[in-house]
Structures are given as C-alpha cells and as structure tokens.
C-alpha cells in the first residue's frame, strides 16, 4: 500500500493557540494522525494538544498511538519503530493523508524523522511544519529574550558523561537545557546566574519560574526546559 502523503507537524509546546495555521488546516483534514507516546499507559501529549481540533471535526481521523518506550537500546528501538510502520500500513485502509505529530517543532530531538527513515518508502510526498519549540515558549512568558546581538546560543539534551556538552556549557552566552537532570552539575559549572525554568510550558498545569540558578529544584517532570543566560 502506497499513501500519498505525510506531513511531520510540529503542534509546539502544548498550548493548542499556538499551532500554527497551516498545521491547523491539514489537521482538519488528514485521514490518519500518528502520535508517539512513550508507554501503553501514557497518552501524547501532542495529542493531547490537539484533541480539540478532532473533536470539531465530522470526519473523524484515525488514530495510531505507537509506543517508542525511551530507551537507548538501538535493538529495541529498532524493533518498536518496525512495529509503528506495520500498526499504521494496518490502519491505512482508505487513507490518503498521515499527519505524524510531534510536540514543539519536529526538527529538535523529535522522533519524526526516525519515522520518516522507516517510512518513506510507503509515501509518494512527504511535508514538514514547523513547530512553536518549548523555549521559544518559556522565553514568552519570561519576557526576556534567549540572545540578542552576537551572543551564541546552545541546546543541551544531556550533561551527564557529555565532555562535549561541558565545553559547550563553559563558551556559550546562553544556554538551553532540554529536561535538565543534572541540577547539581550545572549549577556547579556556570554559578548563580539568571535562570528561566519551564515544566509543562503551554498546559493547562504549567509552571514557570524565574530566578536564580542556586534557588531552582531539580525539576521532576519530563516536560522541563531551562534557559540560563551568563550574562545580562
Ligand atoms: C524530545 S525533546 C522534544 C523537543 C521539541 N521537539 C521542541 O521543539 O521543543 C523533549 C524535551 O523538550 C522540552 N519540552 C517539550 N515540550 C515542552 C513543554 N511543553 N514544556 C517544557 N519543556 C518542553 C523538554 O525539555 C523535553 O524534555
């Protein structure tokens, strides 16, 4: 079976307002929508973000929620990401059109393009768009901008036994840190600076802090972002 096309959707952090128009317009219409979620258990939370544009519509979409558990076992993963092609081929029957959803924007740390390696023999077209990303989000809400001028940014997904992201930590003007486990270690490297913290920027149980680096717990949730500027 050949569909005609996937669309990779960025549905950004969580806060369904800030879609964007073109994702809104082919979410309206897409035969099938495929969303990642990490166990049997857990919903998606880009569904989640979305579940209110499926509810307005009369042709219902179907819905395919593959689990990827968050492992780093390229065994597993392999066999969980055969597994999502072969449950949305199953589910296809009728379907010209497959939006897979991702939160944020699809082309940061997003399974999307993993997808679309396993799956781009089964589509004649493929179309990305963009996402609103959670820093972009969490710097909204702050008021205050990630960088101005020549100032370097840097995005780091993990610190722990990272000598490249300690480098990177020690030269950049501002910083990025996707679901920051390491408190203790970033704290120890870059001081009491000024610090934004998001934890589920855009739900409806969002926290938002800002402050100094030395007063912030470690965050517990998955859905945390925190941005450190060395200077102001
Ligand atoms: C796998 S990455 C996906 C990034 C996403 N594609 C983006 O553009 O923001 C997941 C990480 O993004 C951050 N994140 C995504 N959505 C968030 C939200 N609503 N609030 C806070 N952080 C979020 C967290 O750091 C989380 O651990």
Redesign the pocket.
């Known amino acids: 079976m050949k569909l005609s096309k996937l669309y990779g959707i ?1 549905v950004g ?2 806060d369904p307002e800030l879609l964007t128009i073109k994702a809104y317009k082919i979410l309206k219409e897409a035969d099938m929508i495929v969303t990642p979620r990490s166990s049997d258990d857990k919903r998606s ?1 880009a569904l989640l973000t979305i579940e209110g544009i499926i509810k307005e519509r009369k042709n219902k979409p179907i819905v395919v929620e593959p689990v990827f558990p968050m492992t780093k076992d390229q065994a597993k993963l392999a066999f969980y990401w055969e597994k999502a092609r072969e449950e949305v081929l199953k589910n296809a029957e009728g379907c010209e059109t497959v939006a897979f959803i ?10 999307f393009y993993r997808f679309l390696e396993i799956f781009k023999d089964a589509v004649d077209e493929v179309e990305v768009v963009p ?5 972009s ?2 710097s909204s809400i702050a008021k205050a901008p990630i960088a101005e001028g020549n100032e370097i940014v840097s995005i780091v ?1 993990d610190v722990k036994g990272n000598a490249n992201a300690v480098q990177i930590i020690q030269n950049a003007d501002s910083l990025i ?4 486990k390491n408190m203790d270690e970033i704290k120890a490297m870059l001081g009491n600076k000024k610090a934004i913290l ?6 409806e149980d ?1 926290k938002m802090f800002f402050g100094k680096l030395n007063e912030l717990q470690q965050p517990g ?6 941005i450190v500027k060395k200077e102001v």
């Open positions: 960025g952090p969580g939370l991702t939160l944020g924007d699809p082309s940061l740390y997003s399974t996402g609103v990303t959670s820093f989000a969490c997904p840190f996707l679901k920051p998001g934890v589920k920027v855009g739900f969002q949730h998955y859905l945390s972002t925190l």
